[in-house]
């Protein structure tokens, strides 16, 4: 007790304040702000002492597990310091040689390092993911990369990949691949080479000592599309692909982040795929690829938000890395995929599917305009559109077929009368926790049943389902047309996701409405020129002429008079459709329908202006022209430019066309609701008409469908 030295009092002067704010980074003493001494009390000073001098204690131990810049720091101060840690021993040469044994789980994924303007590359070990949100061009350059499902290797071209916040984020995972016996020296050596052609040295280097055995090297370039500008540019969906948010450290991270347009995310932002999600599409994989009974049809179903189309893409992704093509019928309505909403249709896909619906726009091989976002009222005409495009299935490679999230009453009966129109081999049943009930669509149940088409297996009495008013028009190989339409039954897998939904029962028209607003975009996204060409505005581009007699007309959702045609054409978004008939012979025009054609469609259009003068419809479309030659009649439907389109337009100096707001509701056929009609009020309405309930009205009003649709919102 003697010899010991009795412990020096600190005050709050400026030394004592130095080895706190020396101190505390390595110790991480609190996450509060810094106060100088002074400010602090009695005992806050005590314990900052005792952690100063438990710190002072730990010496070159504690030094050894701060940050370099810590170190480096550390080493500069002299102090009494415990002996330091015995320095771990050399690998042993076995090491060397196997590589699969030094790689391990518990490696840290290194952060995004900057290779030059606009890129940036990524080492992931092994099963390692990075989630990320943005849109970026993927490269891998070395190992194998996994994204959404579909396998990318080094050698192969590099894939766009679009993580949206309308959806979860997308995830890069490093998966493990097959190499002949190397060792870790022989895979360096050819991992460098294969860098050597897309980084500098400074780059190599700095991968070569992350490097790992089975790890991955991708390189992320900025990706910039006409279509994710064109939906950029109006206000409220520049936070689509990407989000600002304030960030605290700056590093070559954020640098490189920034430079390639993405951002870091946590991982639970990511796709959670459950165990039943994951085995259904090992099957059905496993079962397409090796065509024991020919071509496998897939048919999905469930209720809404269950993620029928995440699994739809999954399952694309996964089968595209065995074959090279399968075919996708799209019978949802209001969610399309490929296509804009509205629309019945069958494609090829050979492209990876790696975003929402919005960045993947293609052209189907055969299309219908139904016209509006749901069959509900008109569910002969669904069955038969449905038939008409089915006919074209050749059988040549899988098909999966995605449905509505109706899936009760009417919508149940629907869906019965679909897998005995369809025959398909697999019916995917999904549902989870929020989902409403549906029951197992087991081949019991669905003989069992009567849709509303067709009758249950003991009225018909048949085993094989001989539906006479199905057998004419579906179109088989020849081997089957001599045989009945018949039904044999399908596989049941059911899957219980469990996604983060955004949407609830509240805000889900809010959210689809947006969805199909995103969807005709993306469409028009196509009439831009190619990045980096500055964008053009819509009344700036030429449209086509198209004289009245050379195209007849319809209107789908609605009874529109003769002599209000022209209104309701105006300013509308038009399915551009080939019908058999011969529409040549009238000199005036403009030639009406009296009934909806099931006809091909194929594409669509903005019409711009009416020219009664001349009488030309001027209409606006990123149809090639070989195909508007084919051409003759134009379908309006229920499906709307989106508001943005017609409040937004740049560069238009003075009175926006098809916007007013002066509008005049009491006027007698009039509504605020596309294709509503004026009823005779009910008692109860009535009283609602004396005593309203409070609204929140906007001043803008938008001429859409030939007449004017008030922005009533609800609070």
């Not at 009092?9 to 130095?18: A, M």
């Not at 030059?116 to 099963?127: I, N, S």
């Not at 038969?384 to 089915?390: A, D, M, Q, S």
């Amino acid at each position: 007790m003697a010899d010991s030295v009795p412990l020096q009092k600190l005050g709050p002067f400026r030394s004592s304040w130095t080895r706190a704010r020396k101190a505390r980074p390595q110790l991480i003493l609190s996450r509060r702000p810094r106060r100088r001494l002074r400010i602090l009390r009695w005992c806050g000073r005590r314990r900052l002492r005792r952690r100063l001098l438990q710190a002072q204690a730990a010496g070159a131990v504690w030094r050894e597990g701060g940050c370099p810049a810590s170190r480096a720091a550390a080493v500069a101060r002299t102090k009494t310091a415990a002996p330091s840690r015995p320095p771990s021993p050399p690998p042993s040469p076995t090491s060397d040689e196997d590589p699969v044994k030094g790689c391990s789980a518990s490696l840290p994924t290194p952060p995004l390092r900057p290779a030059g303007p606009g890129r940036g590359v990524l080492l992931l070990p092994v099963e390692r993911g990075y989630t990320f949100s943005g849109i970026c061009r993927l490269t891998c350059l070395y190992g194998q990369v996994q994204v959404f499902g579909f396998t990318i290797s080094q050698g192969q071209p590099p894939q766009d990949v679009f993580s949206t916040y309308t959806h979860s984020r997308l995830t890069i995972n490093a998966v493990p691949y097959s190499i002949p016996e190397k060792s870790k020296r022989e895979m360096k050596k050819e991992a460098r080479t294969l860098l050597k052609a897309h980084l500098n040295q400074d780059d190599r280097c700095w991968l070569m000592k992350k490097f790992s055995p089975l790890c991955s090297i991708v390189m992320l370039e900025n990706l910039k599309t006409s279509t994710v500008n064109f939906i950029n540019s109006h206000p409220g969906l520049s936070n689509v692909f990407l989000q600002e948010s304030p960030t605290f450290q700056i590093n070559s991270e954020y640098f490189a982040l920034k430079s390639v347009g993405i951002r870091k995310e946590k991982k639970k932002n990511g796709l959670r795929l459950t165990e039943s999600f994951l085995s259904a599409l090992e099957e059905l994989v496993s079962v397409s690829c090796e065509e024991v009974d020919g071509c496998s049809v897939i048919l999905v179903c469930g209720a809404q938000d269950v993620g029928k189309s995440t699994f739809n893409r999954y399952l694309i992704n996964q089968l595209l890395n065995s074959i090279s093509c399968v075919d996708y019928l799209e019978c949802d309505l209001g969610q399309t995929e490929f296509t804009p909403p509205g629309c019945i249709s069958l494609l090829n896909i050979t492209e990876p599917v790696l975003g929402p619906p919005f960045t993947h726009q293609r052209t189907p091989q055969k299309m219908v305009y139904f016209g509006k976002p749901s069959c509900k009222n008109n569910y002969e005409n669904y069955i038969e559109i449905i038939k008409y495009v089915f006919s074209s299935y050749k059988r040549e490679a899988p098909l999966i077929i995605n449905t509505m999230g109706w899936v009760t009453d009417e919508g149940l009966l629907l869906l019965v009368d679909l897998i005995r129109l369809l025959s398909p081999s697999h019916v995917v049943q999904l549902s989870s926790g929020r989902s409403k009930f549906m029951p197992n669509l087991t081949p019991n149940y669905v003989d069992d049943t009567d849709g509303l088409y067709t009758k249950s297996k003991s009225k018909v009495r048949n085993r094989g389902f001989y539906l006479p008013e199905f057998a004419d028009s579906l179109d088989f190989g020849d081997e089957d047309k001599e045989s009945p339409v018949s039904f044999t039954g399908h596989q049941l897998i059911c899957v219980q996701t469990d996604f983060a939904f955004r949407k609830t029962p509240r805000n889900r028209e809010s959210h689809n409405r947006v969805f199909r607003d995103l969807a005709v975009l993306a469409y028009l996204g196509q009439l831009q020129p190619a990045a980096p060409k500055p964008l053009q505005p819509l009344h700036g581009l030429t449209p086509y002429q198209v004289p009245f007699n050379a195209v007849a007309l319809r209107v789908i959702h609605a009874d529109v008079a003769p002599t209000h045609i022209l209104y309701a054409l105006n300013a509308s978004w038009v399915g551009l459709c080939k019908i058999l008939d011969d529409v040549g012979g009238y000199v005036n025009g403009p030639i009406l329908l009296a009934q909806t054609p099931i006809c091909d469609c194929l594409g669509f259009g903005v019409c711009r202006g009416i020219d009664m003068e001349k009488r030309l419809f001027h209409i606006l479309t990123p149809v090639p022209p070989e195909e508007l030659r084919t051409v003759n009649c134009l379908l309006v439907g229920a499906i709307s430019i989106p508001r943005c389109v017609l409040k937004n337009q740049h560069g238009h100096e003075g009175m926006i066309p098809y916007v007013t707001t002066d509008y005049n509701l009491g006027i007698p056929g009039a509504s605020e609701d596309i294709g509503a009609r004026e009823t005779e009020a009910t008692p109860k309405e009535k009283v609602e008409k004396q005593h309203p309930k409070a609204k929140f009205y906007r001043k803008s009003n938008v001429f859409n469908k030939g007449r004017i649709t008030s922005q009533v919102k609800e609070a």
